[in-house]
């Protein structure tokens, strides 16, 4: 019987250490559209709490054109750090909030950025933030062909000074170490 209460005891503490699991969460479903260079990014947002929302912005690491909203809703956006954009909308008023498990579509930008994996965040009318993950234009991360040009440049210098020096050392050269590779190689 004790050990029946202990183990009833421990598995009571251990149900009410557990945080509680949150059933209210706001989504944001993307869509872009538009050809590569030249896209349009659009959300709808799927209040699933019980208040309005009252705030969304993104953090974006591409470039932000035009941005749209709703009716009754203002738009923003700011660098809060190098190389992140962060674009707001903000409602005016509570009758254009996204209603308590309703949706509100309009919330678009241009950008000639291509898509990626931005954060997002949304404030309710209790002030509650909800912080998530969405499509969003990202910075390209392939290189300039400038950059592979000075990189080329550089190796290419690089190797001319390692034989020169070789050569006036009286070390060998490449054809030199070339030619006692495959001396190796036939033993």
């Known amino acids: 019987m004790r050990c029946f209460m202990i183990l009833w005891v421990s598995m009571l503490a251990s149900l009410v250490s557990l945080p509680a699991a949150r059933a209210d969460s706001i989504l944001v479903d993307p869509s872009v559209s538009g050809s590569p260079g030249a896209e349009t990014y659009s959300y709808e947002i799927e209040n699933q709490t019980d208040v309005g929302i009252l705030l969304f912005s993104l953090t974006v690491t591409g470039d932000v054109g035009a941005i749209g909203a709703p009716g009754g809703w203002l738009t923003a956006s700011e660098v809060p750090a190098p190389g992140e954009i962060l674009v707001e909308w903000i409602s005016t008023d509570v009758p254009f909030d996204p209603p308590p498990l309703g949706t509100l579509s309009g919330f678009s930008f ?6 990626g994996t931005v954060a997002f965040s949304t404030f309710d009318e209790n002030f509650t933030e909800f912080d998530g993950q969405t499509t969003g234009p990202v910075a390209s991360t392939t ?10 440049a550089a190796l290419i210098g690089v190797f001319t000074r390692w034989q020169f020096s070789a050569r ?3 070390g060998r050269s490449v054809r ?3 030619i006692a590779m495959l001396r190796c190689d036939k033993l």
């Open 168 to 170: 006036s050392r009286g």
């Open 176 to 178: 030199d170490l070339r």
């Open 110 to 115: 241009t950008s000639d950025s291509g898509p």
């Open 143 to 152: 290189p300039e062909p400038g950059t592979f040009l000075l990189l080329g």
